[in-house]
């Protein structure tokens, strides 16, 4: 179980099945395995056309989710807008933040309840900051995706700091990866972001 593994207290799921009662059929399964006290978010990674996106996003709105993620293209602010104006559940949007400016507009679209941005894309830690302080004027929660090795760090200055999205793919390549210890990951008295590089590890994982 995922308490058991490392006291996780969320769960993301990728939805976007044949049908809705496909979607509706998995977030009933995991529920029942994960229990009614976890978190469950679930993300449609831009599937949905905006049709579809309205009838499946209502169709599960009563189902107690965190979240539901970028269900329609990541630039239709427009159809965003109108989705989190309609539904219960808060509208998580943001990996496909180009900048901070693309997050100002979004949140002055009125586009999500939520945001996310990926370091790679919103700018690095700079540009992260910068999202950060227009997040934190409007007071909207702001999550990170992928990175978590970065993330652990700018969360604990990000004035809305919501949820870390956490992967182990970079363990297989570090000296130390960091600890997780009861649902948070442990931040090392290391310089830096505290990361030691397994130069074996990587030789051995590179790409000609």
Known sequence: MLRDEGGFEGLKLRLGRDSIADDHATIDAVRQSVGDDM??????????????ALERCHRLDDLGLAWIEEPV????????????????????????????????????????????????????????????????????????????????????????AHWLEWQNWADTILQEPYELRDGALVIPERPGLGLEWDEAAVKANAWD
């Open 39 to 52: 978190n469950l978010m679930i993300d449609y990674n831009q599937a949905l056309s905006m049709a579809d």
């Open 73 to 160: 293209l990541y630039d239709n602010y427009e159809g965003c807008a109108r989705l989190a104006n309609q539904l219960k559940t808060p509208l998580q949007i943001g990996e496909n933040f180009y900048g901070p400016r693309e997050l100002h507009k979004a949140l002055q679209m009125r586009a999500c309840d939520l945001v996310m941005p990926d370091f790679m894309r919103i700018g690095g830690v700079t540009g992260w900051m910068r999202a950060a302080a227009i997040a934190g004027a409007w007071g909207i929660p702001m999550s990170t995706h992928l990175y978590p090795e970065v993330g652990a760090h700018v969360m604990r200055v990000t004035e809305t």
